[in-house]
């Protein structure tokens, strides 16, 4: 049996959303790079208010002094915030609607920090809320230094 021409047209439509699906929305990786900027510049009121309104509590506040002191200090004259890279990317569909995860790594040279930022779709549609906001600070471990030998003593 041949397929016909509707399921043809399902098919191609099928694979057209599944095209779209692979693309980030720039609104929404928009709105991860504006929340590590406000972070970094101490705008907690602007961050807070990136968040969907169940996370918009005095504890989520509470926490933004603690995550901001894990971001290496800038030379004078530096960039404030180095040029993101999307390092990582995820959608989840299903009946408990949609999240976008998006990960980005923040190269200060000594140092990278890479935010995970979960969004949600806002309502009404159109913008994204963060549902989950964190940073990870990673760093190669100091230089090893050489264990001492032990003295051997000088005979009497």
């Not at 790079?33 to 990136?50: C, F, T």
């Not at 506040?61 to 004078?76: S, Y």
């Not at 935010?115 to 309502?123: C, D, F, I, K, N």
Request: aromatic share 6%; with cysteine; net charge neutral.
């Amino acid at each position: 049996r041949y397929p016909t021409r509707r399921g043809v047209v399902l098919a191609g439509v099928l694979a057209l959303a599944a095209c779209d699906s692979l693309k980030i929305d720039a609104e929404a990786e928009a709105v991860a790079k504006a929340a590590y900027v406000s972070l970094v510049q101490e705008d907690d009121a602007a961050l807070i208010g990136m968040f969907e309104p169940a996370q918009r509590t005095p504890r989520a506040g509470a926490i933004l002094p603690q995550m901001r002191a894990l971001v290496p200090p800038r030379a004078a004259g530096a960039t404030l915030v180095p040029a993101p890279v999307l390092t990582n990317w995820k959608t989840f569909v299903g009946t408990g609607g949609t999240t976008l995860t998006l990960q980005h790594t923040y190269d200060y040279g000594e140092a990278d920090i890479v935010v995970t930022s979960v969004l949600v779709p806002a309502q009404p549609k159109g913008d994204w809320w963060l549902r989950s906001f964190n940073i990870n600070l990673t760093q190669s471990p100091p230089d090893a230094v050489a264990p001492q030998a032990d003295n051997p003593k000088t005979p009497a």
